[in-house]
Nanobody, 123 residues
């Protein structure tokens, strides 16, 4: 069983940066693929980025070139570096995990979820 806790959200001006962290419990965290999803108020949950155990990554087109996902297995933590933030990036950001190498963009492929962290970008 893996438990996930996000942190690092907050209020930032457009064009600014934030780094989100997803801290995981469990000795086998390194074998999990971890993703970030986001959900804006009144909108559906949306895939942002994913990283598998070997470092393979996959990004949504809307964040490609601006966001970077990375992981530190020694610290059981996955990061999402967000640069050049836009007002439309405002959402609650969730990290999610599943065992396996598939960097899936489908939320239903992930069985473990964190509680979310709010990111607000002011224009």
């Amino acid at each position: 069983q893996v438990q996930l806790v996000e942190s690092g959200g907050g209020l930032v001006q457009a064009g600014g940066s934030l780094r989100l962290s997803c801290a995981a419990s469990g000795r086998t965290f390194s074998t999990y693929t971890v993703a970030w999803f986001r959900q804006a108020q009144g909108k559906e949950r949306e895939f942002v980025a994913a990283i598998n155990w070997s470092g393979g990554t996959y990004y949504a087109n809307s964040v490609k070139g601006r966001f970077t996902i990375s992981r530190d297995n020694a610290k059981n933590t996955v990061y999402l570096q967000m640069n050049s933030l836009k007002a439309e990036d405002t959402a609650v950001y969730y990290c999610a995990a599943h065992i396996g190498v598939s960097v899936s963009s489908n939320w239903y492929d992930y069985e473990h979820w964190g509680q979310g962290t709010q990111v607000t970008v002011s224009s």
